[in-house]
C-alpha cells in the first residue's frame, strides 16, 4: 500500500533533474556524491559540467587530480572528490572500468558508505536495496511514529530495516527516489505539507499530532573556533598561492598563505619568515571575514602584503587562471577583501562565494557576498 502510493506520487510529481534522465551507474554515482550534504541548485551546474568533461569512470581515472580538484572548487566536502578518484581507480584497474551491481560489491569501493551503494544498486541497476539518507530517515520515522534519535544508535538500525523491508518489489530505483524526494518536496523538517502527502492516511506521527517532535531536533555541537591571518600578495598580475597539506583542512587545495591567530601586520612580518620561510616587505590590513564549516569558524584576518618573487615553497598564479585552480570557497572569500576592485574583476571567481555570506572589508562596512 504504501510502496504503490510513493511509485505512483513519486512519477507524477519527481523534479526533471539532469542525473534521472541516466541510469547509468556513473551518472547515478557522480550525482550521489554531489548530493551530499549539497543542495541540488547548487549541484545542478557542477554535475553538467563534470558528465560533460568526464562523460565515464575511464576519463574520470585518467584525469590529472588537481584538474578534478579545481572542478570540484566551491562545492566543498573536497574529501568526496578525492573518494571519489580513488574508486575512479579502483573500477579501472579491478573491474575494467564498469559498476557491481549487488550493493554489498559496490560497498568495497572507497568513498561508498551504505547509502550511495544503496542508491547506486537500486537507482542504476533495480536492485532491492534501500538507502538511507536524511530525508529518507525523517518520512520513515514520521511514518512509523519513531521516537528518539533516529540519526544513530538503535534509532537508524530501526529505520534501515523498515528501508530495507520496503526496498523490495517493482521498481526499487523508483522507490528509492520517491523516499528522497517525499522528503525534499513534502516531508519537509519543518511545516511538512501532509495535505499533499501520498501516505498520510498511514502516518503514525500525523495521527498522534508528533509531527513537530518525530525526528527531534539535532542539537548543533559548538563549532570549533579556528583564527588565521591569510596573505594576500599580488606581484605582476599573480597572487601567491599555498597548496595545503595532504590530510587536513582545505587539502591538496591552494589558499593564500596562512598563518595561525588572527595577526596584526607587525606580527605577521615576524611570523612569516618563522612559519612560512619568505621575508615579507610590507603589510597592511585589508579587512576580517568569516567563514563556516560544518564543525569549525574560521575567523581571518586579511593582510595585503609585499612578497619575494622567489618563492619555491608556494606557487604565482595569473589572476586570470584562478579559476582553473582547485581553491576552495574560502579563498575566493579571502580575495573579495583582500585584492582591488580591477584584481578581482580579473579573477573571475565572485560567482563561487555562497550567496548568505557576508564580509567585512577594512573601511567599508559590512558587504554581503
Ligand atoms: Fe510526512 Fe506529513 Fe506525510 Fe507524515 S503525512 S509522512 S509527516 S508529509
Known sequence: MVRRALLKWYRAHKRDLPWRRSKDPYAVWISEIMLQQTRVDTVRPYYERFMERWPDVRALAAEDPDNVRAAWSGLGYYRRARMMLEAASVLVEQHDGAFPSEAAELRKLPGFGRYTAGAVASIAFDR????????????LARLHGIEGDVSKGPGAKQVWSLADALAPGESPGDLTQALIELGALVCASRNPRCESCPVSAQCAARSTGRIEQIPPPKKRAAKKLLPLTALIAVRDGALLLARQPESGLFANLW???????QLSPEAAMDEAARALGFEISGAEPAGQIRHLLTHRQLDINILRIE???DIKSHRWAKLAELKDWAIPSVTAKCLRAGLTQRERAQTQLIERSTAASRIKTAGQGELPL
Open 128 to 139: 532491492p536495496a534501500a538507502a538511507v539518507d536524511g530525508n529518507v530517515t525523517r518520512v
Open 255 to 261: 589558499c593564500p598563505p596562512l598563518l595561525d591567530g
Open 307 to 309: 612578497a619575494p618573487a
